[in-house]
């Protein structure tokens, strides 16, 4: 090993390297490296520290996690309280709010108001002195809370040391610490495959997350923070107004909102309620309202304190989403994929902004772990768009009343049995996300409600666009049992509708005449339309686009359509399962028989054309530690998949900084005939796709967008980001990850940050979500 001339500069060097990382992913949300680039970096921090671990100190990256539980918490009072917020409900007493500021800055005085999103998790404090975090601490009852110092150094979106310069000796940082939709959802998921106690709302979850004792189990849950004031100050100056020293914060590593906006009167603050309350949905986090502070710091002072909180800051609360009512009973339902689903029918309660009557129970085992019963009173959350939640039972109100609930263990449409399937949810490398279960009708299209559906499906706007097929027609046909399957729609005669209610003869010419119009479509909607489960339109866009055959995404092999973009193993299992499925095999062969096919079927997209690479098909296999790096030296060292599977524990053992555990899960794995077989398999699919990297190359120079550069930032609302990417990528876009001055456009979503600003600042066109969408319709893609 090379000698090390000076390990505590090197150590200083990587630490400094790595939190820049840290800050421009989790507070500026724009990664500059990969994340194996990130993993490389904490990795050789790690060994130096191992070496020489007379230079570790607190503050390193490396040190996140690694106190031993605390046996429990010491309590903290805070240098000056964390007083809580008076709050208005409604516009006249935001105004009667405003009102009294204007009285007590004095007639004609200008300020302005500072609106942030209310995130809806547990306040907390943090203290630093000379820039390393020294103590954080629950906001308790104002005064005194609980020292969480152990747990609150486990969250990423906290810095353990401050970067940047400027700030003050001693600081003290406010915020929330909060726990995102996504990551509750993942939370509760895994709780309930191992049979744990759920998490009621994401509230309760960040908050029992930092009560923790084993900061370990802190680490484990996906917790972030938002920071949005300071307390106490030394040593230093701060901007002279709130939003400033809000982005003071930022630049010193602190994740501040998005949505955060200034604006210059009451007014202001009522079209920033009414588009944040829109927003709120499609918010990757709950709030609970709005806070409007007024801006300016010298007018805070002037304006002061009550004995509870504030006169110049007011919270503006959105409609409670969660609140008690009365389970009358419960309807099972059988959806188009037969999932029996249990609807709980409520007496009505207002929450979240709507009357809701009905919520959905998911399936017997949510049933069971709730220990609902009929009669029960029960919690009913409802957040924006989400479709009503019992979050559990109201156990001391229930009464002598209250029935079971029983499951049923046949169809209550069609008799059929109702399995329980387990389903297994794994990211886009393959590692296991979480568990669920699920209850089927195992009927198919012999349930006439399935069937119903699946024709509705297959007829709707965005599939085949079946014009005047409605709902009502197809469940009188499914009734009349003149439709068995989707492809029974081309073999309807006008007589068979003229017989139906509502038909006369012309009516039922039209409609047999639309049918016939919709047997070639975009190869899109004809995917779309077989209504594979997790394939919804964007998805089929992608499969459509890429393979441009229906034969082609039949037979594709999971290990390729994970090469897509947002398909990950969970949705290509439901792929290739759907294809293998005979029942399946059978409608889409009817279909073909009636003369249903794509409009637009062409070869392999340029893009794909020779384009999976030899390592990409040795990580896509899916052993155990073999990674995208491992599988790059393992395909540099031999060349072929043939010289691969006839390789030698001792031949693997000569691949270059190959691990023993990789070498041995490789051998094992092509040890196996079966698996030899598949790897031929798959290679020959590559070549007949003409995907594999020995066939030539797609040409790509003739696309409306070769040879531009663009970027993409911000949230888009009809799309993620990769797909965003892909699409443009496959109109001959290069797609940068930074704006320079040879960026020819950059995709800014809302929330859009520095980037939005540079190309601003340089002049480069900016498209918005609207235009982004007409460029690619402009395309076709």
């Not at 509760?188 to 960040?206: G, T």
């Not at 107004?241 to 955060?260: C, D, K, P, T, V």
């Not at 559990?392 to 209550?412: H, T």
């Amino acid at each position: 090993m090379t000698e090390i001339s000076d390990p505590k500069q090197q150590i200083e060097e990587l630490r400094s390297t790595v939190n820049l990382h840290n800050y421009r992913y989790h507070a500026l949300d724009e990664p500059t490296v990969p994340d194996a680039e990130y993993d490389r970096l904490i990795r050789q921090l790690q060994v130096l520290e191992a070496k020489f671990p007379q230079f570790i100190t607190n503050d390193s990256p490396t040190q996140r996690v690694g106190a031993k539980p605390l046996a429990g918490f010491n309590q903290v009072q805070h240098e000056a309280p964390m007083l809580s917020l008076d709050n208005v409900f409604n516009a006249q007493e935001l105004s009667d709010f405003d009102h009294r500021v204007k009285e007590r800055l004095g007639k004609g005085v200008k300020f302005s108001y500072c609106c942030e999103p209310k995130l809806d998790g547990a306040a907390v404090s943090l203290l630093y002195r000379d820039g390393k975090l020294v103590r954080g601490a629950t906001r308790g009852d104002g005064n005194t809370g609980e020292d969480i110092t152990h747990n609150v150094r486990t969250i990423p979106t906290i810095p353990l040391a401050l970067i940047g310069e400027g700030y003050p000796r001693l600081l003290e940082v406010r915020g929330e610490i909060y726990m995102p939709r996504a990551g509750f959802d993942m939370l509760n998921k895994r709780a309930r495959a191992n049979d744990e106690k759920l998490f009621v709302n994401p509230r309760n979850a960040a908050a029992g997350s930092l009560r923790m004792l084993d900061a370990k189990i802190t680490a484990e849950r996906p917790l972030e923070m938002c920071c949005y004031s300071v307390g106490v100050m030394e040593g230093g100056d701060l901007a002279p107004n709130h939003s400033g020293i809000l982005a003071q914060l930022q630049g010193w590593g602190f994740r501040i909102n998005n949505e955060m906006r200034v604006v210059d009167d009451v007014e202001g603050c009522l079209k920033y309620h009414d588009y944040l309350l829109r927003r709120r949905p499609d918010l990757p986090y709950d709030i609970d309202g709005i806070v409007y502070k007024v801006d300016t710091i010298s007018q805070q002072q002037s304006l002061g304190f009550t004995a509870k909180g504030p006169r110049w800051a007011i919270a503006h609360k959105f409609p409670a989403e969660e609140e008690i009512t009365t389970l009358l009973d419960v309807d099972f339902q059988v959806g188009r994929t037969g999932a029996v689903t249990p609807v709980a029918r409520l007496a009505p309660v207002f929450v979240g902004g709507v009357t809701v009557s009905n919520a959905t129970l998911h399936n017997r085992d949510e049933i069971e772990r709730l220990g609902i019963m009929i009669n029960d009173a029960v919690v009913v959350r409802r957040a924006g768009d989400v479709i009503p939640q019992i979050a559990k039972v109201v156990l001391e109100r229930r009464g002598s009343d209250a029935i079971k609930i029983a499951f049923p263990d046949y169809c209550p449409v069609c008799g059929s049995h109702v399995e329980r399937v387990k389903i297994v949810t794994h990211s886009k490398s393959g590692r296991r996300e979480g568990v669920g279960v699920a209850y089927r009708c195992v009927g198919r299209l012999v349930c006439r409600a399935q069937l119903s559906q699946a024709i509705i499906h297959f007829a709707s706007r965005k599939a085949l666009d079946i014009d005047g097929l409605g709902e009502k027609i197809v469940e009188q046909l499914v009734i009349e049992e003149r439709l068995k399957s989707p492809a029974d729609l081309y073999r309807l005669q006008v007589s068979d509708l003229a017989a139906l209610e509502g038909f006369a003869e012309l009516s039922a010419k039209n409609l047999v005449s639309a049918i016939a119009a919709r047997r070639a479509v975009p190869l899109h909607k004809l995917v779309f339309a077989l209504g594979i489960p997790d394939v919804g339109e964007e998805t089929a866009k992608v499969l459509a686009r890429v393979f441009g055959s229906l034969e082609r995404i039949r037979v594709a092999k999971p290990e390729l359509l994970i090469q897509l973009p947002d398909i990950g193993r969970e949705v290509a299992g439901e792929i290739t399962e759907f294809f293998a499925d005979n029942h399946n095999a059978l409608v889409l062969d009817d279909l073909v028989s009636v003369g249903v096919c794509a409009s637009d079927e062409c070869d392999i997209a340029a893009e794909y054309r020779g384009g999976l690479s030899f390592p990409q098909l040795i990580a896509s296999f899916n052993i155990s530690n073999i990674g995208p790096t491992s599988a790059a030296r393992v395909a540099a060292h031999f060349g072929t998949m043939a010289a691969l599977m006839a390789a030698s524990i001792d031949d693997l053992a000569m691949v270059e900084k190959l691990s023993v555990k990789a070498a041995s899960g490789l051998f094992d794995y092509f040890q196996c005939t079966q698996n030899r077989q598949y790897a031929e398999q798959l290679e020959q699919q590559l070549l007949d796709f003409k995907m594999h990297w020995n066939c030539e190359k797609g040409q790509t120079e003739n696309l409306p967008l070769s040879g531009m550069t663009y970027v993409v930032t911000g949230t888009l609302e009809s799309m993620g980001r990769d797909l965003a990417k892909q699409k443009l990528e496959s109109l001959g876009a290069k797609v940068a990850g930074s704006v320079s001055k040879n960026t020819h456009c950059v995709v800014a979503g809302s929330a859009a940050g520095s980037k939005l600003v540079k190309a601003e600042q340089l002049g480069v066109t900016v498209m918005d979500e609207a235009m982004f969408l007409a460029l690619l319709a402009e395309f076709d893609v």
